[in-house]
């Protein structure tokens, strides 16, 4: 295959991935509207609610690892393939349960943890193979085009299960689920992955013949990351954004509905801002050239964030009439759409980019299991503090504590922006903060 026959190649591997992101996004987002609707209607419990998200959420926690040492050992395409066929048979099967002894809350359960389990092992697949089959001078625009996607599903996910749910029977939303996966599984199978792998080096074979067992090759994985400064201090610092950033999430539908007494209504106004920010970043970002100093840009988004999230105790500190905080509130939300573009964009290269091949599926898994394992820690305790303390000093000295976290975690003197040499199997030890511009 010549060079211009992989990059049109590539270009078609680019269409059905962005295409299978968006359809399997904008499924989701319809079934989880539609399902957590008539788990509601069913019990009029919210624990009831909570325990389904509580069963798509722990499989994700506990299996991401394990799913990125096998993705390691194992040609990536089967097993993204094979599990979103087995989410669809998934969906199938309850479909046809359903219309014959109706949809009980175990089944419920049983079907989040199912389909979770096949999450995490198509997500995190696709996702380290990304570098496969996109050219390197792409891998920026598909990020971007992902999260573009994945913000417009998000967005009219919601809208249209909202819509379904006042004519259609909860088997319309299986159906619907059903259908999405089973049309990401064609599109998925469409994209060559092998396209612009790199063969592996015999240091490379010679590492993942040392660590036959499961632990030692998860064990080998984190051990990369630690010994990594640049992904080091990235995840780290990812970490603790993902924690922080739970305060908007808990914090925002408190300020707005119980401190503020706005409507729901509205609350849904400025929650979609954040969707409609993401999504056009997103899409700016596919059609420029790739970041030059990455490291600056999440660096400085970072800070960003930090101001942004600090304006809003704004109106909670200053009187405002309900147009102008409502307003006020909406710009916040499409800034910090636009800001975690800017920050997720070059974090993803920068992993794709600085980690080999045999490593790859490992790191993301690592950060799947971090990203998602810290979500309840950070739900429970800003549930708690927003209870007790006023949300403006919530805010402030959250923002307060995001910016010494990125000043500290990202310092210069500890990583910065240059050019990283050839990729190879590391061995264990420290590897120097560096990364491609």
Same mark, same amino acid.
């Given at each position: 295959m010549t060079e211009h026959q992989r990059i049109k190649r590539a270009t078609r591997n680019l269409f059905f991935f962005t295409g299978s992101e968006f359809v399997g996004t904008i499924g989701a987002h319809i079934y989880m509207f539609g399902i957590g609707l008539f788990v509601l209607g069913l019990t009029g419990s919210a624990t009831s609610f909570a325990i389904t998200i509580l069963c798509s959420m722990l499989p994700r926690i506990l299996l991401s690892p394990i799913a990125g040492h096998f993705l390691d050992r194992l040609p990536k395409k089967p097993v993204v393939v094979i599990s979103h066929a087995l989410m669809t048979l998934t969906m199938v099967v309850v479909l046809l349960y359903t219309l014959t002894n109706g949809l009980s809350l175990p089944v419920i359960y049983l079907t989040s943890v199912l389909l979770a389990v096949f999450a995490t092992f198509s997500g995190i697949g696709l996702t380290a193979a990304i570098a496969n089959f996109v050219d390197e001078a792409r891998i920026q625009r598909a990020v971007s085009l992902t999260q573009s996607s994945t913000s417009l599903g998000s967005i009219l996910g919601p809208i249209l299960g909202g819509v379904m749910y006042g004519f259609f029977s909860i088997e319309v939303f299986l159906l619907c689920h059903a259908v999405a996966y089973a049309i990401t599984t064609i599109l998925e199978a469409n994209i060559h992955f092998t396209l612009f792998k790199k063969p592996a080096t015999e240091e490379e074979n010679a590492t993942l013949a040392k660590t036959p067992s499961m632990f030692s090759s998860i064990k080998d994985g984190a051990l990369y990351v630690k010994n990594h400064n640049?992904? !080091?201090? @990235?995840?780290? /610092?990812?970490?603790?954004?993902?924690?922080?950033?739970?305060?908007?999430?808990?914090? +925002?539908? !408190?300020? @707005?509905?119980? /401190?503020?007494?706005?409507?729901?209504?509205?609350?849904?106004?400025?929650?979609?801002? +954040?969707g409609v920010g993401t999504l056009l970043t997103s899409i700016y970002i596919s059609t420029r050239p790739e970041f030059q100093k990455p490291i600056r840009n999440v660096r400085l988004g970072l800070l960003s964030l930090g101001i942004v999230f600090a304006l809003m105790a704004v109106p909670l500190l200053i009187s405002m009439p309900a147009l102008a905080f409502i307003g006020f509130y909406m710009a916040t939300g499409f800034m910090m759409g636009l800001i975690m573009v800017i920050i997720n964009t070059p974090i993803l290269v920068i992993i794709q980019k600085t980690t080999p091949e045999s490593y790859r599926g490992r790191v993301f898994g690592l950060l799947e299991m971090l990203a998602s394992g810290i979500s309840p820690i950070g739900l429970v305790l800003y549930g708690f503090l927003y209870d007790i303390v006023s949300p403006q000093w919530i805010i402030l000295i959250t923002a307060g504590l995001l910016f010494l976290v990125t000043l500290y975690g990202l310092r210069a003197s500890r990583v910065q922006d240059q050019p990283l040499p050839a990729e190879k199997a590391p061995a264990l030890q420290k590897v120097p903060g560096s990364i491609s511009s």
């Amino acid at each position: 295959m010549t060079e211009h026959q992989r990059i049109k190649r590539a270009t078609r591997n680019l269409f059905f991935f962005t295409g299978s992101e968006f359809v399997g996004t904008i499924g989701a987002h319809i079934y989880m509207f539609g399902i957590g609707l008539f788990v509601l209607g069913l019990t009029g419990s919210a624990t009831s609610f909570a325990i389904t998200i509580l069963c798509s959420m722990l499989p994700r926690i506990l299996l991401s690892p394990i799913a990125g040492h096998f993705l390691d050992r194992l040609p990536k395409k089967p097993v993204v393939v094979i599990s979103h066929a087995l989410m669809t048979l998934t969906m199938v099967v309850v479909l046809l349960y359903t219309l014959t002894n109706g949809l009980s809350l175990p089944v419920i359960y049983l079907t989040s943890v199912l389909l979770a389990v096949f999450a995490t092992f198509s997500g995190i697949g696709l996702t380290a193979a990304i570098a496969n089959f996109v050219d390197e001078a792409r891998i920026q625009r598909a990020v971007s085009l992902t999260q573009s996607s994945t913000s417009l599903g998000s967005i009219l996910g919601p809208i249209l299960g909202g819509v379904m749910y006042g004519f259609f029977s909860i088997e319309v939303f299986l159906l619907c689920h059903a259908v999405a996966y089973a049309i990401t599984t064609i599109l998925e199978a469409n994209i060559h992955f092998t396209l612009f792998k790199k063969p592996a080096t015999e240091e490379e074979n010679a590492t993942l013949a040392k660590t036959p067992s499961m632990f030692s090759s998860i064990k080998d994985g984190a051990l990369y990351v630690k010994n990594h400064n640049v992904l !080091f201090a @990235i995840m780290t /610092v990812a970490l603790w954004v993902n924690f922080f950033f739970v305060a908007m999430a808990v914090g +925002l539908p !408190f300020i @707005i509905i119980e /401190v503020l007494q706005a409507s729901s209504q509205q609350l849904g106004l400025i929650e979609a801002m +954040l969707g409609v920010g993401t999504l056009l970043t997103s899409i700016y970002i596919s059609t420029r050239p790739e970041f030059q100093k990455p490291i600056r840009n999440v660096r400085l988004g970072l800070l960003s964030l930090g101001i942004v999230f600090a304006l809003m105790a704004v109106p909670l500190l200053i009187s405002m009439p309900a147009l102008a905080f409502i307003g006020f509130y909406m710009a916040t939300g499409f800034m910090m759409g636009l800001i975690m573009v800017i920050i997720n964009t070059p974090i993803l290269v920068i992993i794709q980019k600085t980690t080999p091949e045999s490593y790859r599926g490992r790191v993301f898994g690592l950060l799947e299991m971090l990203a998602s394992g810290i979500s309840p820690i950070g739900l429970v305790l800003y549930g708690f503090l927003y209870d007790i303390v006023s949300p403006q000093w919530i805010i402030l000295i959250t923002a307060g504590l995001l910016f010494l976290v990125t000043l500290y975690g990202l310092r210069a003197s500890r990583v910065q922006d240059q050019p990283l040499p050839a990729e190879k199997a590391p061995a264990l030890q420290k590897v120097p903060g560096s990364i491609s511009s």
